[in-house]
């Protein structure tokens, strides 16, 4: 055993008996740090616990919190179910009814006026096409997303 | 209340809104807790600093996402809520000399022997670095034994008992410094 895992065992001892309410003599190398720990002991006293009063007192105030963290968390969760799910609902069925519209008059332009439509505006109604689909898909993942979080 | 249960099972269970799991960890770590504050903040005021502190635990309880244990989240909490405590009493105090004295004299009845001692090892151990801090309290005001010192801060005995001796000398220097 090295000096160093020597010096540790000996004050871990040393700690183990003064904080088993023994007063035992400390080695010559110890005596300045067994002061400490014994101060420690006394400032501190691990084993004493707080009087009736405080505790009944802190039992009362905890209690009172938990109840008024419960009816917080209980009106969060009503604004939550409420009103953001039901806007995000709506918003959700809102593009996607924006978008299948825009697919269908995409797909009426370009099959309906094949010889008068010009490359411009066919070309405008497949990019209107594109970016709903693209919105449906953002809107939707976003719209699962939040379900998914929700739940968990 | 049932021992077995972990403190993390408990938080679970607090988070879905049983009051007797939340309970069950409050009666837990209460004497813990008060232990830790009454070793660091003046005795008249130890009652205060710990009910914020479950006030605190109760308001951020649905934070906890158990990616540390239960005890190192609260025991940041009581850190944290010490530091606050301190952070007010330097600003509401004009007279800083003065609150101190007042501090030394009610953490300690006058006619004990040796009180300036226990203020100066109360003051150094406000000054060591937190790990130095922390297994001080672990053995002192916990009562937690080497063995399980080291198997909640996942290290060896050896060394668990290693850092307890170096943060007993880092003490006794800032003591014979001061």
């Known amino acids: 055993m090295d000096d160093q895992t020597r010096l540790d065992d000996n004050m871990a001892n040393y700690a183990d008996l003064i904080l088993a309410g023994r007063d035992p003599a400390p080695s010559e190398e110890l005596e300045s740090q067994a002061r400490i720990m014994q101060v420690l002991n006394e400032a501190i006293k691990p084993g004493q616990s707080m009087d009736a009063g405080m505790r009944s007192r ?62 411009q ?23 699962l997303y939040f379900l998914w979080n929700r739940r968990r | 209340m049932v021992p077995d249960v972990t403190d993390e099972h408990l938080v679970l269970q607090a988070q879905a809104g049983e009051r007797d799991a939340f309970l069950t960890l409050y009666n837990r770590y209460t004497n813990k807790v008060y232990n830790r504050v009454k070793s660091r903040v003046p005795m008249q005021d130890a009652e205060d600093v710990t009910q914020e502190i479950f006030i605190a635990v109760v308001r951020s309880l649905d934070r906890f996402e158990g990616r540390s244990r239960f005890s190192t989240w609260l025991y940041t909490i009581v850190n944290r809520q010490i530091a606050d405590y301190y952070r007010k009493f330097y600003r509401r105090s004009e007279n800083r000399t003065t609150d101190l004295e007042n501090y030394e004299g009610v953490l300690f009845s006058a006619d004990s022997e040796g009180w300036d001692e226990m203020v100066m090892v109360q003051q150094g151990l406000q ?52």
């Open chain 1, 121 to 143: 505006g066919d070309g405008d109604s497949g990019d209107l096409a594109i970016f709903g689909a693209i919105a449906v898909v953002i809107i939707v993942s976003g719209f």
């Open chain 2, 127 to 178: 000054e060591l670095p937190e790990n130095y801090q922390e297994i001080i309290l672990l053995r002192f005001a916990d009562g937690l034994t080497f063995a399980e010192i080291a198997d909640v801060r996942g290290q060896s005995l050896e060394a668990a008992k290693s850092l307890f001796r170096r943060a007993i000398q880092a003490l006794d220097d800032i003591v014979n410094r001061n």
């Open chain 1, 58 to 119: 802190l039992n009362h105030r905890i209690n009172e919190e938990w109840d008024s963290a419960q009816q917080r968390r209980k009106s969060r969760f009503q604004i939550l179910s409420f009103n953001n799910f039901n806007l995000m609902a709506v918003a959700a069925s809102l593009a996607i009814v924006v978008a299948v519209v825009a697919i269908v008059i995409g797909m009426g332009d370009s099959s309906g006026s094949s010889m008068g439509a010009t490359a």
